[in-house]
């Protein structure tokens, strides 16, 4: 199948209330042409190089998110266009957004990441540490930053039940957050193999790549 016919069957099993990011890391232009002819608009990239090198060679409404882990010394690369950090897990980090959005005069949408995979491996903040970084006043100062939602990732595992449990576990933090922080509106949850699990579980933005563009060596 083409990318062109895998967007439009994943579209067409996606509520209309769910954003996919078009997971377009180690992908050529090409491919990302032929997602962006087929009406795709938002694209995500795990790093900062490629995805610059990527934004200056593809039109400029294509809204790019960052899904990686993040490299602070290179944010200031990715300042000026960038529309979406899905990975945030320091005031360290917002910190440095801040101050590189604010040379543009822009406010960069963030999602803090959770760690609700059981793997030690998977970098994120737990609950405790979202609350003290929501309601930071330091934080409250970072003018050219807004915290948006939350990003998780589920373990590697084909276990099911332990993904769902996973997905689960950041819908409550998300639910338990959102009376007294009203701007967070997104939750990022879901990848090729799970998306379905997490939109069930409530996730209102996916970030897809294999299933779109092919698997990656
Ligand atoms: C690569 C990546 C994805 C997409 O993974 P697929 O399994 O190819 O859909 C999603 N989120 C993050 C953070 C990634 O690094």
Not at 63 to 87: C, D, E, P, T
Not at 95 to 114: F, G, P, S, Y
Request: positive net charge; glycine residues 6%; aromatic residues 6%.
């Amino acid at each position: 199948m083409s990318i062109a016919d895998n967007l439009q069957l994943i579209k067409k099993n996606i509520p209309n209330n769910v954003t996919l990011v078009a997971v377009s890391k180690t992908k050529p232009i090409t491919s990302i042409i032929e997602a962006y002819a087929a009406g795709q608009r938002v694209f995500g990239e795990n790093k900062i190089q490629e995805m610059v090198d990527k934004q200056l060679q593809l039109p400029e409404d294509i809204q790019w998110h960052m899904i990686g882990h993040l490299q602070r010394n290179k944010v200031k690369y990715m300042a000026s266009f960038v529309s979406l950090i899905h990975g945030v897990d320091s005031v360290r980090t917002l910190k440095e957004i801040n101050k590189q959005a604010k040379k543009h005069d822009r406010v960069i949408d963030c999602l803090l990441q959770a760690k609700i995979a059981t793997e030690d491996s998977k970098f994120g903040l737990c609950g405790i540490e979202i609350a003290t970084i929501l309601n930071s006043p330091e934080v409250k100062e970072f003018e050219n930053i807004k915290i948006v939602g939350l990003m998780g990732m589920a373990s590697f595992t084909n276990d099911k039940k332990q993904i769902k449990k996973e997905f689960n576990t950041l819908k409550d933090l998300f639910d338990k957050f959102k009376p007294n922080h009203k701007e967070l509106k997104i939750i990022s949850m879901g990848m090729s193999g799970d998306f379905k699990l997490a939109i069930e579980e409530g996730s209102n933005m996916i970030r897809v790549g294999s299933s779109i563009f092919g698997s990656r060596n």
